[in-house]
């Protein structure tokens, strides 16, 4: 990878601007096949009801959020990390167990690697976070880029990247809003994901920078996924979905593929448990789905488009073991997923109460009040609204 590109428009330093996404809402797709099953009523027999409400401040909504165990951990865009017990009989479940304040501006994703939090922020940092025992404290570890990567990078011209008429830095910087991350499976690999347009890799073992792919996109880079078999997915607000990956006998990343279907910014991207679909979210108010083509299942092909938001999709999360894909949209519903036979969806409940857009969701099997007449899950929400929202979903078991 070269690092001597040029990014193409500067960083301001008082607000991440020239390169945000445009997440108006567009005109649905009309050249991909719709994949709702229209005459399948399964959504009669499925009970879904909202548990409980997180307020997570009055001045500032919920950005970020996922999932560790008995814990949930939440990011507001006014630069605050959180984290709640899930045990929402307990009387103080509206409480949160700890709270840090960190950077500028919005925490825009949050993913946990065992006992290691890390944070990615609108100041273009990344912070990573030590995670006691009981959840009761957040150690700060490192902020990313770590002085030393830095130091050991900024004497060598090579390693110079010009972000400015007058600027450079080093290729280990993010220089605008760093707006999703994703870890490797097993846990080795951080990839980061930038309104710059980079995606950048690290070693979570050290906290270096191993790898910068300059210039990946057109424009912002809204979403990251990472398949077992190394492959990175990028969604961009140029419409495009990119995939990396490295060649035989090759180090570095290449561009394996362009997937150009959505006519619109796109927000999310999602991997099925199996991997053999990706789900991707945009603009075009439409939950594409992708997937792998021939014998090697290199290459992913759309199939078609779930539809039913009436606005731009922000967020996807995935029941691996339950085969549901959950949307959240700017109109301020979530809608449920299945596939109920082959490129065939019914949308199973669509969960309505938020008062704002959804920001950010996960999913998780709830294993506790399952029967054997029925599955159950939870779906965490955050919200425009400034609430974070908890809805249990009962399935009939197929």
Not at 32 to 57: D, E, F, G, R, W
């Amino acid at each position: 990878m070269d690092y001597h590109q040029t990014y193409s428009a500067s960083s301001s330093s008082s607000h991440s601007n020239h390169l945000q996404p445009r997440v108006n809402s567009q005109r649905s797709l009309a050249s991909v096949p719709s994949l709702n099953n229209n005459h399948h009523h399964s959504s009669s027999a499925v009970y879904h009801h909202c548990l409980t409400t997180l307020k997570v401040q009055d001045s500032s909504y919920p950005s970020s959020l996922t999932l560790s165990g008995k814990f949930l951990y939440t990011g507001s865009s006014d630069r605050e990390i959180s984290s709640w017990n899930r045990s929402f009989e307990d009387s103080d479940s509206n409480s949160t167990t700890n709270k840090v304040v960190a950077g500028k501006g919005a925490v825009k994703s949050l993913v946990i690697q065992s006992d290691t939090l890390f944070s990615a922020h609108q100041d273009h940092k990344i912070r990573v976070w030590k995670i006691s025992n009981s959840h009761q404290k957040h150690t700060h570890l490192a902020t990313l880029p770590t002085l030393g990567d830095r130091a050991a990078k900024v004497l060598h011209p090579k390693n110079q990247v010009q972000i400015r008429r007058h600027k450079k830095c080093t290729w280990v910087h993010h220089v605008d809003t760093v707006s999703a991350l994703t870890l490797s499976q097993d846990g080795a690999l951080l990839y980061s994901v930038s309104w710059d347009r980079a995606i950048k890799i690290w070693r979570t073992r050290d906290f270096t920078c191993l790898e910068s792919l300059t210039n990946a996109h057109d424009d912002a880079i809204n979403a990251v996924a990472v398949s077992t078999d190394g492959r990175v997915y990028s969604g961009s607000a140029d419409k495009t979905i990119k995939v990396w990956g490295k060649l035989q006998g090759e180090k570095k990343h290449s561009l394996l593929d362009t997937m150009e279907r959505h006519n619109s910014g796109v927000n999310a991207l999602a991997l099925s448990g199996d991997e053999s679909l990706l789900y991707s979210g945009a603009c075009d108010r439409s939950v594409l789905v992708w997937e792998k083509e021939g014998e090697d299942g290199g290459r992913m092909v759309v199939v078609g488009a779930l539809r039913g938001h009436t606005n731009s999709i922000l967020c996807l999360a995935v029941v691996a073991v339950l085969d549901l894909v959950c949307s959240g949209s700017a109109d301020k519903t979530i809608r449920i997923w299945k596939g109920i036979g082959h490129r065939e969806y019914s949308c199973l409940a669509v969960l309505e109460g938020h008062a704002g857009s959804i920001k950010c969701l996960s999913a998780v099997v709830d294993f506790d009040d399952a029967a054997d007449s029925e599955a159950s899950f939870l779906v965490y929400s955050g919200s425009l609204d400034c609430d974070v929202k908890v809805w249990q979903i009962f399935v009939p078991a197929s």
